[in-house]
């Protein structure tokens, strides 16, 4: 694998990572604002949005294992929070 295959690969797995930490920031928000917010929840999304942040910032060019993983797990759950037909 050449060094432009896994610099695309790891941006791809950083992006599908980001998109599923708005995704999980816009529940938060909308919990925050409900008439009766529920603050196991809102802390229950706190702790996924830094889990989300930690694997970010622990993916690297070399790890292809967790950038596969990355892509193939997140980027299903994204797909199924978009609403998105799976390939």
Do not use: W
């Not at 060094?3 to 950083?14: C, G």
């Amino acid at each position: 694998m050449n060094d432009l295959v896994r610099m695309i690969n790891l941006e791809t797995a950083v992006e599908i990572l980001a998109a599923c930490q708005g995704q999980v920031m816009q529940a938060l928000v909308e919990e925050q604002r409900s008439m009766r917010p529920d603050q196991e929840r809102i802390e229950g999304y706190r702790m996924v949005i830094g889990q989300l942040n930690a694997e970010r910032k622990a993916l690297n060019i070399h790890d292809h294992a967790a950038i596969a993983r990355v892509r193939f797990f997140y980027g299903l759950l994204l797909k199924k929070a978009l609403h998105l037909p799976s390939a």
